[in-house]
C-alpha cells in the first residue's frame, strides 16, 4: 500500500513501529461498543448493493466483489462534509474502534473541518460515479449548491485546502524556548516552530509533520467525541459552560460572551432579516411568491399561502443567549444589545403564549 518505513525511516519487519499517515489515506469508524453501526458494516453492505447494481441493473461486472471488511482496505472512496460542493478522494487503510475520523489534518482542512467535532462522510467512489447526478439535486434555493460532490478533487493540493491548517505546527517537541517564552507573555510568533503554511509549495508539506505526545493504542481513548452524545444545541452549550466554570485557565463570562457574540447574535440578526425578506409559498402548488398575493389564497389553485422561513428558526437561538445573560456576567453593553434584539423580536411576532420547539425535543 506504499507504506515500506516507519516514520523514522527504518524498514518495516514488526506491528509496534509508527507509520506516518499519508495524507489522502483514511482510518474510518468501526466502533466495536458504541452509538451507531460502524462504517465497515455498511460500506461492505452498500458495496455489495453496487455490484448488484452493476450486474442486474447495468449488465456489467461486478466492482467488489468484498468476502468482508477486511477487503475495503485500498478503496477509494470520496470524502465529502456538511456544507461544501467539492469531494476528497481518499484511501480506506484501515478501521478503529471509536467513532472519530482518522485523517491528516490536510485531509481534514480540504473538507474544510477544522477537527472541532465537526461530521464528515465518505462515499464509495464506485457509489459516486454511479449514483450521483446533478439531475437527483433538488431545485429548491441551496439545495443545487452544498452537501452534494458537485466537483471531485483527486489530489490534495495544500496551497487550496482551508488555510485554518497552515497555522499548525509540525515539530517533534517543543522546544524549552517556547515555554520561557510563555512565561514571559511573549507573542506566538517570537519563538520559530514549523508550521504547514511555512512549507507549502516544498515536498515536506505533505510529510515529515511528526508529533509531540505517544499514545500506545489509539483505541486507548475517548471513543465517541462528546459532540455526538449530546443531543441538541442546548445540551453542547450547557457542557460547554460547565467546563469553562471547571477550567482555570478559562474566564467563563468571557465565554458566555464569545458564544453569544460570535454565533448566537449573528445567527438571530441574519435570520431576523431573512424573516423579514422572505417569499411565500403554496402548500399545493409550491408557486413562490414575493410577496403573498391580496387574496390570501394561491392565484394558480387557491392553495393556502405560507411563510418560507418559520418563526422558530428565527428565534431558536434567542432563549439559550437570554439563559447566558441569566447566567453569566456580560457587559452593559452586551445586555443591552440583547435587550433590543428581542423587542426587535417581539415586534415582529408579538409575545406569544405558544412557542414553536424542535421536533427532537420530543425524542
Ligand atoms: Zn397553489
Known amino acids: 500500500m506504499g507504506y515500506t518505513e516507519d516514520i523514522k525511516g527504518n524498514p518495516l519487519v514488526d506491528d509496534d513501529q509508527i507509520l506516518e ?32 447494481l452493476l450486474e442486474k441493473f447495468y449488465g456489467m461486472k461486478p466492482y467488489y466483489n468484498l468476502k468482508n471488511s477486511d477487503d475495503l482496505i485500498g478503496q477509494l472512496v470520496v470524502g465529502l462534509a ?51 447526478s446533478q439531475q437527483y439535486l433538488p431545485d429548491r434555493r441551496g439545495g443545487r449548491t452544498m452537501d452534494a460532490p458537485l466537483v471531485l478533487t483527486p489530489i490534495i493540493d495544500p496551497a487550496e485546502v482551508d488555510d485554518m491548517v497552515f497555522g499548525l505546527d509540525v515539530a517533534k517537541r517543543y522546544p524549552l524556548e517556547l515555554y520561557e517564552a510563555a512565561q514571559d507573555y511573549k507573542k506566538t510568533g517570537e519563538v520559530m516552530i514549523d508550521s504547514v503554511g511555512k512549507r507549502l509549495g516544498k515536498e515536506s508539506q ?9 499514545v500506545s493504542d489509539i483505541n486507548d481513548a475517548v471513543l465517541i467525541s462528546s459532540y455526538k452524545t449530546l443531543p441538541s444545541m442546548q445540551d453542547k452549550m450547557k457542557k460547554q459552560m460547565e467546563l469553562a466554570v ?17 454565533h448566537f447574535m449573528k445567527d438571530l440578526k441574519g435570520n431576523l432579516r431573512k ?86 425535543k420530543w425524542f
Open 21 to 52: 499517515l499519508r495524507p489522502q489515506d483514511l482510518i474510518l469508524p468501526s466502533v466495536k461498543e458504541g452509538f451507531e453501526e460502524g462504517a465497515d458494516k455498511v460500506l461492505v453492505r452498500i458495496a455489495r448493493f453496487i455490484d448488484d
Open 275 to 360: 424573516f423579514s425578506q422572505q417569499s411565500f409559498r403554496c402548500v399545493n402548488c409550491n408557486e413562490i411568491y414575493r410577496r403573498p398575493p391580496l387574496s390570501g389564497i394561491c392565484n394558480k389553485c387557491g392553495g393556502k399561502i405560507i411563510y418560507t422561513i418559520s418563526q422558530g428558526s428565527v428565534v431558536k437561538y434567542l432563549q439559550p443567549s437570554l439563559d447566558l445573560m441569566k447566567e453569566f456576567k456580560l457587559s452593559p453593553y452586551l445586555n443591552q444589545s440583547l435587550e433590543l434584539l428581542t423587542n426587535r423580536i417581539e415586534t415582529m411576532f408579538g409575545k406569544e403564549s405558544e412557542k414553536q420547539d424542535h421536533l427532537s
Open 206 to 214: 505533505y510529510e515529515g509533520f511528526g508529533f509531540t505526545h505517544n
Open 82 to 132: 456538511p456544507h461544501i460542493s467539492c469531494g476528497m478522494v481518499g484511501r480506506i487503510i484501515g478501521f478503529s474502534d471509536t467513532q472519530a475520523f482518522f485523517a491528516s489534518p490536510m485531509f481534514h482542512a480540504a473538507l474544510r473541518r477544522d477537527c472541532d467535532g465537526d461530521e464528515a462522510c465518505v462515499l464509495l467512489l464506485m457509489d459516486a460515479f454511479l449514483n450521483f
Open 246 to 262: 471547571k477550567v482555570r485557565a478559562v474566564k467563563e463570562d468571557d465565554v458566555a460572551r464569545l458564544v453569544i457574540e460570535k
